[in-house]
């Protein structure tokens, strides 16, 4: 069995994190990057590949691929070429990973591909698992669809597939915490928009204990809800952060603000999403961080 493992969105800051773990794992990782010199002097110790046909040499004689790939949702502004590049950064790359792995000659071929929880649409109330269909309704979400559509492609052939609906990913080295706690730490709190919205988060720690479990398992098939198995409403957070800093935190800043704030990426806060890790609890994860509260008091105390 080859013990390589193809990980796009490698330099990124979850796949920064799931390629340390894996290569303490044994794993050969070869990273892909747009900018692959650039990233070699940061990474040395992986192999580093860029997007074009070296991508498809490489997924054809790994058979394993992790797939982290997409510009970040926060990165600007929405504008119409923004949106074109989050859906081409996503879904062109899972193309040529899925036409490479019909050609592999590995056993066992695997893709975990990463997803996204606005292709849940907005769900108010209700609870959402796997076995939800894909909406269209948010942009992203529709992105979302495109992407999990492209990589569910890859189950027709020999390869095993897992697609994560990734939540809010929760850590105090990158991702959406640095932004959402820079009201608390200039002293005071707030609540985004009605604050009842239901906000599907995970650990930064869960998540990339999940990926490599999804990697390695093969009970792990289908769409998986990579989140926490306590949801927390937009309140709960706030209360949260401003109980581990010490701050107030009740303070709401309405939805029309947040909007005007945010641009598009604000449908990442302001609907509702209240997802449960059905197939995670299934196959045994052992989650470190269940619960809001402890997961901000760990985040905040590293």
């Known amino acids: 069995m080859s013990n390589q493992v193809v990980v796009t969105g490698a330099n990124g ?4 994190h799931a390629c340390r773990v894996l290569h303490r794992l044994g794993w050969e990782v070869v990273g892909v990057s747009r900018t692959p ?29 992790l797939n982290l790939a997409g510009r970040n949702a926060f990165e600007q502004p929405w504008t119409t070429e ?17 036409d490479a792995l019909a050609r592999t000659g590995v056993a066992d071929p695997v893709l ?18 796997e076995d939800l269909p894909a909406s269209r309704e948010l942009v992203l979400g529709d992105i979302d ?15 095993r597939v897992a697609i994560m609906r990734i939540g809010l990913v929760l850590g105090g080295d990158g991702g959406g915490f640095p932004v959402l706690r820079q009201p608390f730490d ?17 650990h930064l720690s869960d998540v990339v204990g999940l990926l490599v479990e999804a990697l390695t398992d093969p ?50 806060l302001l609907h509702s999403h209240r997802l449960v890790p059905r197939r995670a609890l299934a196959h045994g994860f052992d989650f470190a ?12 105390a590293a």
């Open 145 to 159: 669809a495109e992407w999990e559509a492209v990589a569910a492609r890859a189950a027709g052939g020999p390869a």
């Open 186 to 202: 200039a002293g005071h709190g707030v609540v985004l928009g009605s604050g009842r919205q239901w906000l599907p988060w995970i």
């Open 289 to 300: 961080h269940p619960e809001i509260t402890g997961a901000v008091r760990d985040i905040v």
């Open 82 to 98: 923004f949106v074109d590049a989050m859906r081409s950064s996503r879904i062109g790359t899972t193309e040529r990973i899925v």
């Open 13 to 16: 800051w979850i796949g920064g």
């Open 37 to 65: 010199e650039q990233a070699r002097d940061q990474h040395p110790q992986w192999r580093w590949i860029g997007v074009g046909d070296e991508l498809e040499q490489a997924v054809t004689e790994a058979g394993r691929v």
């Open 219 to 268: 009970a792990y098939r289908g769409v998986v809800n990579a989140v926490a198995p306590q949801p927390a409403r937009h309140a709960e957070l706030a209360r949260a952060i401003g109980e581990a800093l010490g701050v107030p935190w009740q303070d709401q800043v309405p939805a029309d603000r947040v909007a005007e704030a945010l641009g598009g990426a604000s449908e990442l």
């Open 112 to 129: 975990v591909s990463a997803s996204g929880y606005p292709v849940c649409g907005d769900g108010g109330e209700q609870e959402l698992d």
